[in-house]
Nanobody
């Protein structure tokens, strides 16, 4: 049984930082490309950052230079370090092993002054 559990969200002021974590069980974590996605109210879910099994990364233009994705294969855990947060970064953040169809419950990120 595959389980995806995201954590680390919260309320932060503009310019602040958060570190999200995602632990995945039930799969061979190290062989999968992983991605962080987000969905804001009234908007489609979008890919924020991805990391391959080999550690290559890619980012949405809107977060380049501010967010950093990383993984710890020994802990089956994916991370997203988010710096210089903006109001428009507020959303529910999800992680996913691509191309598998499993989603977690997400973690809420609220950016507000």
């Amino acid at each position: 049984q595959v389980q995806v559990v995201e954590s680390g969200g919260g309320l932060v002021q503009p310019g602040g930082s958060l570190r999200l974590s995602c632990t995945v069980s039930g799969i061979n974590f190290r062989i999968y490309q992983m991605g962080w996605y987000r969905q804001a109210p009234g908007k489609q879910r979008e890919l924020v950052a991805g990391i391959t099994s080999g550690g290559s990364t890619n980012y949405a233009d809107s977060v380049k230079g501010r967010f950093t994705i990383s993984r710890d294969n020994a802990r089956n855990t994916l991370y997203l370090q988010m710096n210089s947060l903006k109001l428009e970064d507020a959303a529910v953040y999800y992680c996913k092993a691509d191309p598998l169809p499993y989603w977690g419950q997400g973690t809420q990120v609220t950016v507000s002054s």
